[in-house]
């Protein structure tokens, strides 16, 4: 089992920035691929960004350039960077863990992961 606790999130102005971070605790942080998805109210969920065991990262189209997904498996924690946030960026971020090994197309799909956290609120303003 792997419990995931989102912080970080919080309103800001468009152009804004906010580091959103991911605490995990239970088994091997490290063993484990870790994404972001969002979710804004009416919508579907959403891929933001995804860090295999071996740090390789993914992005969706949208986030590239803009976010950025990190690990630190000493800290058991994983963050997002969002820098250049916009009004469309508003949604509820969850992280979610995986401890699938797979090809990088897999992580972008929900339902690849088996842990998700409880989500935090990022609300920009225009």
């Known amino acids: 089992q792997v419990q995931l606790v989102e912080s970080g999130g919080g309103l800001v102005q468009a152009g804004g920035s906010l580091r959103l971070s991911c605490a995990a605790s239970?088994?091997?942080?490290?063993?484990?691929?870790v994404g972001w998805f969002r979710q804004a109210p009416g919508k579907e969920r959403e891929f933001v960004a995804a860090i295999r065991r071996s740090g390789a990262t993914t992005y969706a189209d949208s986030m590239k350039g803009r976010f950025t997904i990190s690990r630190d498996n000493a800290k058991n924690t994983m963050y997002l960077q969002m820098n250049s946030l916009k009004p469309e960026d508003t949604a509820v971020y969850y992280c979610a863990a995986s401890s699938v090994v797979a090809t990088e197309s897999y992580y972008t799909r929900p339902v690849s992961y088996d842990y998700w956290g409880q989500g935090t609120q990022v609300t920009v303003s225009s």
């Open positions: 239970g088994r091997t942080f490290s063993s484990y691929a």
